[in-house]
């Protein structure tokens, strides 16, 4: 129940969303005749959210509240790497590994198996639909083991669906293997509510958090030319907001 809430939240905060409200509240307050306002006030929703600083304030907002703690003379037991860079349909259809603007993920993880910094890895990511062939988890256990990581040291959690479950079911895993120093790997504006979760599991995590995409506006004001891209940094952002009040709304974190 509570993932196809957060699936129905997810669209309900998009601007695209509210921008298409104003326009269907303006078409029901005048019965097909749409008031000025209605498509003006769309405009400037759309065009509000897809400007590169506006963009780069919310992202920043929720970057800067990850805290980077992992400890570089630690050898870790295992390290934990978190689902939502791939894309799923586009792999599914060539067959081929197809990762979005979180690759930074899996690369970092790479990095810290390769120079044995952590021993193990688990990787929590499961499908993003039922029974849909595409399970994250095991895609990217394969591509790190083409990268030359040994199989033997990568674990697959393939179940989990949001934060919440990839905190439960590697605190599953955690506990079978008897795992003690972790190293917890995702996106900056995603760890604070990723380490959240798994204190509230149980797991004590020192966190790696990777993928920055915010900048220090001091140093650049960025485009006042409306972007798609600066519009989906925008959804993402306020999305992840949200995603916060409601986890420790309902006790996840």
Not at 22 to 51: D, E, K, Q, T, Y
Not at 114 to 131: E, M, N, W
Not at 155 to 175: C, G, H
Request: proline residues 5%.
């Amino acid at each position: 129940m509570f993932f196809v809430l957060s699936k129905t939240i997810d669209v309900l905060l998009s601007p695209l969303s509210w921008a298409l409200l104003v326009l269907l509240a303006g078409m029901v307050h005048r019965r097909g005749v749409v008031p000025l306002w209605a498509p003006l006030g769309a405009i400037a929703i759309l065009v509000f959210f897809s400007l590169e600083p506006v963009s780069n304030a919310l992202v920043r907002r929720v970057e800067l509240s990850a805290q980077r703690t992992d400890r570089p003379a630690t050898t870790y037991d295992a390290v934990i790497l978190l689902g939502g860079m791939l894309q799923d349909r586009p792999t599914e259809w060539t067959g081929m590994p197809s990762y979005n603007e979180h690759a930074e993920r899996v690369l970092t993880t790479f990095e810290v198996l390769h120079a044995d910094h952590a021993k193990q890895a688990i990787i929590s990511a499961g499908s993003s639909t039922p029974d849909f062939p595409v399970i994250e988890a095991r895609v990217v256990a394969a591509q790190l083991e083409r990268w030359g990581i040994e199989r033997s040291r990568l674990i697959v959690e393939d179940r989990s669906r949001n934060t919440r479950e990839n905190a439960l079911f590697s605190k599953q895993l955690v506990d079978a293997h008897h795992f003690k120093r972790l190293l917890l790997v995702t996106s900056a504006a995603h760890m604070p509510r990723a380490v959240d979760c798994f204190h509230k599991a149980g797991l004590d995590v020192d966190a790696l958090p990777v993928d920055y995409l915010s900048y220090d506006p001091s140093q650049s004001s960025g485009s006042f030319i409306p972007r798609a891209g600066a519009l989906a940094d925008s959804v993402a952002a306020l999305r992840e907001l949200v995603g916060r009040w409601i986890y420790k709304l309902v006790g996840y974190g």
